[in-house]
């Protein structure tokens, strides 16, 4: 299999709700996840013919990540990186526009985010068969007044090919 | 007919206005740019203090299950776990050595955005309590590519950067996610640990907390009243 730095970023978005301590006892764990990948789990296209795939994601609320192309260089973008599995040539991956946002903190500064769901474009050629499409979404969110660390949420499609 | 000597007045005349009209221009130019500059000064002021305002305050207002007790880091009233690190000349500094001083222990990183907001305020924070025995240490919790040392350098740079386009003049110590465990898995960004004199954790924040919070905070580690 052929590791591919898709392409990608993320940013954080906003979040109203109020401050929770890492310590408290409802605190999310480092572990959980602030983007989750929703769909599609299985995909039929067209054998040997070009095909785009629609991977639906959702970013928590009261949260942004930066999108692919943030405005700073110093954010870190949201990028997608997949496996290429035998059977399956994946030509590219076309990222949404982001969004602009001003942080409450720095309401002069413009970033560019995705909130709520988006949807990332995979361009790929499949042959006959069943290829298990596997890969993560680095990503790097804040809230109103935090930021947390880089992440990587799984993604798997079943991609058939017929 | 003009003579040669009226001619001569006449142009001494011209010449005497024209520097007179360039001093009165000069003149007004200053006065404007003087409005100018303190209109300016007076927006930002008042931006800035917009900005305080915006914050939330350090208790979850929205949680009303929420007891000053959830809000308070058990690390608050028990000695500061030690650490060692680098600094980012590859010096060793250890929060041992500042046993005496107030240190404000802050966690930041190069892409936290809110981060970017409260340094300004840390340097001028640090100015006015460093008399009295005050000292901030940066803890970047920058990744650092640890088997690759051309990266690693350049991850080091990068950071270094960051300090010197903050105009950081306090510590900037590396590698800081070797000691979020020992500070409660240090996860939001910025997170605080204020320690007084004896080395004691008198208070804690999470994310972008307002100035005066900050400086409240430093009182009470320079107070050494532990919790």
Known sequence: ??????????????????????????????????????????????????????????????????????????????QLMVEEPAGLKIEAVDFPPGTDYSPAFSPSDKLSVYTGEFVLRAHVVAQAGEHLLQGTLRYQACDANSCYPPKKAPVAVNVVGK | MVTGTSRKIVVTMKRNHAVLLVLVVALVLMVW??????????????????????????APASNAQATDEDERSPLEGKPAPAFVLEDLNGKKVSLASYKGKAVMVNFMATWCAPCKVETPWL?????????????????????????????????????????????????????????????????????????????????????????????????????????
């Open chain 2, 123 to 227: 340097i001028q924070l640090r100015q006015q309590y460093a008399p009295q025995g005050f000292e901030i240490l940066g803890i970047s919790t920058d990744d650092l590519d640890k088997d690759d040392k051309k990266k690693n350098a350049e991850d080091k740079a990068e950071i270094a950067k960051y300090a010197v386009n903050m105009h950081i003049d306090y510590p900037v110590l590396i590698d800081g996610d070797s000691i979020s465990k020992q500070y409660g898995g240090v996860d939001a960004l910025p997170t605080s640990f204020f320690v007084d004199r004896t080395g004691k954790i008198v208070a804690a924040t999470v994310g972008l907390h307002d100035r005066d919070e900050l400086e409240a905070d430093i009182k009470k580690a320079l107070a050494g009243q532990g919790a």
């Open chain 1, 1 to 78: 299999m052929r590791r591919i730095l898709v392409a990608g970023l993320l940013t954080a978005s906003s979040c109203m709700f109020a401050q929770k301590l890492a310590w408290q006892s409802n605190a999310q764990p480092k572990t959980t996840q602030q983007v989750q990948f929703l769909l599609p789990e299985q995909v039929t296209v067209p054998a040997r013919r070009p095909s785009t795939i629609e991977m639906h994601f959702r970013v928590n609320n009261g949260l942004h990540i930066n999108s692919h192309t943030p405005q700073e260089k110093s954010l870190i973008p949201t």
């Open chain 2, 33 to 58: 740019a003087g409005i100018t500059n303190y209109r300016h000064r007076k927006a930002e002021e008042a931006r800035m203090h917009e900005m305080q305002a915006m914050l939330v305050p350090a």
